[in-house]
């Protein structure tokens, strides 16, 4: 078997066949659209059957906390009347201590039910762990492949606790230096092994975390007498976006604000070995967030799943300062002590809630755990170990790679909007740019397809195309 | 030189793609190096650090890479406190405290 680089990824199309046991061809339509809900629909799970599988794997059904202190604190900054009740989705409190268990249970669920032998995945986030942990109450064998380490072998402390938490639930984990190729090992994995691909990005992922949209809008009607105004989301890959919002509409919540929230890297190349450890958070984060908007199916299966611009009504960004001074807010103020990268939402709706009425709620739809090196205080050392300068005063000054500003006062925590009809066209401008096609070549199926892509009118889609 | 048993549990390391093997569209500094793979196993013969050994992985498979070290320990922290947050409940509280009453 030819294993270069080229060879593999020509046979990444037959790969995916094998090991997913999906044929995305069959949803091709036009000549760059496709069946977005037949293919989510594919595996044919419900989402009562959905809640049955994670029931039995412990994983869900988790705790809606109302955050009292940092409301009143919220409401101390705003005019009288404003500030919303903020509330947090404790997802920390899954088995493996984030909301990926969510993700991971489908598929683990999938695979056993296939027959797989094992199941792999090449993540180097909180996903990992989550899939040995469902794997193992499944009786599956795991791979996972994770980018840990740069050049010097210095690894990042939140990736390395990933590998430690994978190796500590079983499973065998391959570790690389920066790079996006080690999907390319995971293809090998895949082909050598014959386990199932356990893509992040598959509709069985997706199906996974529309549980906790599902959730929140139950547990606001039973508890709170009604629905949220909004929900903030961290938004990184895509697919927490994208499962939450569908989930609040099965639960008919269509109305709920679906606000995305991510940490402004801005300036930091998220394949580069010489910024791989400049950055505080390596998840949740502008690196993933805007290029994967903009590109779904730059992932790792040939049509993502996660399709954040269908869903997407605001997007904001918070900096990393702000993320760890909310960290410790929550910590100090809740006694809740949570992982950072987790906290890039609850960030973004302090400084939200400021913006809705006193009667209204925000959710924050997940925490994650937080331990050894993934802490908010192991990533700031880590910063000043690599010449980061740690400042307080405006947060809008950082600069990400260089300093990490916490906010002077609480009053200077900002969302900052981002403006969603450029990264709409952008996403567009790649569709026809990646398939090489001309706006002439594009048929009615495949202007519809666009409009559907970016929540928009046909109109929206001619108007981008008339600009190309 | 540390020789390493037959049977121990070890990580190696090995180079998966050279520089000129990578795709072409990565930052230079990161195509300017290799990229490196690391894992552990079950080592198959007696090997001394930085030799060439084969190891058998949790999942039963065969890798082979240089002998890094035997059983390398985690060594991430939490780290220190920080002191620009030593504080900050009060002075968090302190904002509505004031202002409910």
């Known amino acids: 078997?030819?294993?270069?680089?080229?060879?593999?990824?020509?046979?990444?199309?037959?790969?995916?066949?094998?090991?997913?046991?999906?044929?995305?061809?069959?949803?091709?339509?036009?000549?760059?659209?496709?069946?977005?809900?037949g293919m989510m629909n594919q595996y044919g799970y419900t989402l009562d059957e959905i809640r049955k599988i994670q029931r039995e794997a412990h994983v869900g059904d988790t705790p809606l906390i109302e955050l009292h202190n940092l409301t009143r604190t919220v409401r101390a900054l705003s005019p009288k009347g404003k500030g919303a009740r903020i509330m947090i989705k404790d997802e920390a409190a899954n088995p493996s201590g984030s909301f990926k268990d969510r993700r991971a249970s489908v598929s683990c669920h999938f695979a056993q039910a296939k027959g797989f032998p094992g199941v792999a995945a090449a993540t180097s986030g909180n996903y990992g762990a989550a899939l040995v942990s469902q794997a193992n109450i499944r009786n599956l064998k795991t791979i996972i492949v994770q980018e840990v380490f740069d050049s010097l072998g210095r690894?990042?402390?939140?990736?390395?606790?990933?590998?430690?938490?994978?190796?500590?639930?079983?499973?065998?984990?391959?570790?690389?230096?920066?790079?996006?190729?080690?999907?390319?090992?995971?293809?090998?994995?895949?082909?050598?092994?014959?386990?199932?691909?356990?893509?992040l990005y598959t509709p069985l992922s997706i199906a996974g975390i529309e549980t906790i949209g599902w959730e929140i809008a139950e547990q606001c009607r039973k508890l709170h007498g009604g629905l949220p105004a909004a929900v903030v989301i961290t938004h990184a890959g895509g697919g927490n976006v994208t499962g939450t919002a569908r989930g609040l509409r099965k639960a008919g919540a269509e109305d709920v604000k679906i606000i995305g929230a991510s940490v402004n890297l801005e300036g930091l190349h998220m394949a580069s070995d010489r910024d791989f450890n400049l950055k505080s958070f390596t998840t949740g984060h502008t690196g993933f967030g805007v290029p994967f908007a903009t590109w779904p199916d730059r992932s790792d299966v040939p049509r993502n799943a996660a399709r954040p611009l269908r869903y997407l009504e605001r997007y904001v960004t918070v900096n990393q300062g702000e993320v760890f001074y909310i960290t410790e807010a929550l910590a100090v103020l809740e006694g809740l002590e949570r992982g950072p990268a987790g906290n890039t939402a609850l960030t973004a709706a302090f400084a939200l809630a400021r913006e809705f009425d006193e009667d209204q709620i925000i959710v924050v739809q997940e925490t994650e755990y937080t331990g050894a090196g993934k802490h908010?205080?192991?990533?700031?050392?880590?910063?000043?170990?690599?010449?980061?300068?740690?400042?307080?005063?405006?947060?809008?000054?950082?600069?990400?790679?260089?300093?990490?500003?916490?906010?002077?006062?609480?009053?200077?925590?900002?969302?900052?909007?981002?403006?969603?009809?450029?990264?709409?066209?952008?996403?567009?401008?790649?569709?026809?740019?990646?398939?090489?096609?001309?706006?002439?070549?594009?048929?009615?199926?495949?202007?519809?397809?666009?409009?559907?892509?970016?929540?928009?009118?046909?109109?929206?889609?001619?108007?981008?195309?008339?600009?190309? | 030189m540390d020789i390493i048993r037959k049977g121990s549990w070890v990580q190696i390391e090995w180079i998966l793609l050279e520089p000129g093997e990578r795709p072409e569209h990565l930052p230079p500094e990161t195509r300017r190096v290799p990229l490196r793979v690391k894992a552990k196993g079950i080592l198959q013969e007696d090997a001394p650090v930085g030799e060439p050994a084969t190891v058998v992985s949790t999942c039963g498979r065969v890798l082979q890479g240089t002998l890094v070290a035997e059983n390398p320990p985690f060594t991430h922290s939490f780290g220190p406190q920080i002191p620009e947050f030593i504080g900050l409940g009060d002075a968090l509280r302190s904002l509505w405290r004031t202002s409910d009453e």
Do not use: W
């Not at chain 1, 094998?18 to 036009?30: C, I, N, T, V, Y």
């Not at chain 1, 938490?165 to 050598?192: D, M, N, W």
């Open chain 1, 1 to 37: 078997m030819n294993n270069t680089y080229e060879s593999v990824m020509a046979r990444k199309i037959e790969i995916m066949k094998k090991s997913l046991l999906m044929d995305f061809a069959q949803f091709e339509q036009g000549k760059l659209s496709f069946d977005y809900e």
């Open chain 1, 155 to 199: 690894g990042q402390p939140e990736i390395v606790e990933k590998t430690r938490k994978c190796e500590a639930l079983g499973a065998e984990v391959i570790q690389t230096s920066v790079g996006p190729e080690l999907f390319y090992y995971l293809l090998r994995v895949l082909e050598e092994t014959g386990f199932f691909n356990a893509s």
């Open chain 1, 376 to 468: 908010h205080y192991a990533q700031l050392a880590f910063a000043k170990e690599n010449g980061i300068r740690i400042e307080t005063g405006d947060p809008a000054s950082e600069k990400a790679g260089k300093t990490i500003v916490f906010p002077s006062h609480p009053d200077r925590i900002c969302a900052r909007e981002v403006d969603l009809d450029p990264l709409r066209a952008s996403l567009i401008r790649n569709a026809l740019k990646n398939r090489g096609l001309r706006p002439s070549d594009l048929s009615e199926t495949d202007l519809q397809f666009l409009a559907d892509e970016v929540s928009r009118g046909t109109d929206f889609v001619s108007g981008v195309l008339n600009s190309l």
